[in-house]
């Protein structure tokens, strides 16, 4: 079992910055995959960014190529998303995802409860 926990939201202008993090705990051991999701309101949830804990290929969504960082931390079992050059458009509840070894290829088995991004104009 691995549970997620994110911090780092908050309000912010157009063309600002924010840090999301995600702390795992359980067992971190088993973690393959971690991912940032955002949902905003009346919108279909979309991937903002994964990777693998043990490297590899870095996914992003082309809307925020260049402005967003995912990255991971292995020795404190934390997941950040530095965002910069904040849009209105990034405003959403950002979630943080993680999957086990056996379960990565499906998809995401653990799932924080999410982190409030509001971006003014």
């Known amino acids: 079992q691995v549970q997620l926990v994110e911090s780092g939201g908050g309000s912010v202008q157009a063309g600002g910055s924010l840090r999301l993090s995600c702390a795992a705990s359980?067992?971190?051991?088993?973690?393959?995959?971690m991912a940032w999701f955002r949902q905003a309101p009346g919108k279909e949830r979309e991937g903002v960014a994964a990777l693998y804990t043990t490297g590899g290929n870095i996914y992003y969504l082309d809307s925020v190529k260049g402005r967003f960082t995912i990255s991971h931390d292995n020795t404190q079992n934390t997941l950040s998303l530095q965002m910069n050059s904040l849009k209105p458009e990034d405003t959403a509840m950002y979630y943080c995802?993680?999957?086990?070894?056996?379960?990565?290829?499906?998809?995401?088995?653990?799932w924080g409860q999410g982190t409030q991004v509001a971006v003014s104009s």
């Open positions: 995802a993680a999957g086990s070894r056996a379960y990565c290829q499906k998809g995401y088995n653990y």
């Open positions: 359980g067992d971190t051991y088993d973690i393959l995959c």
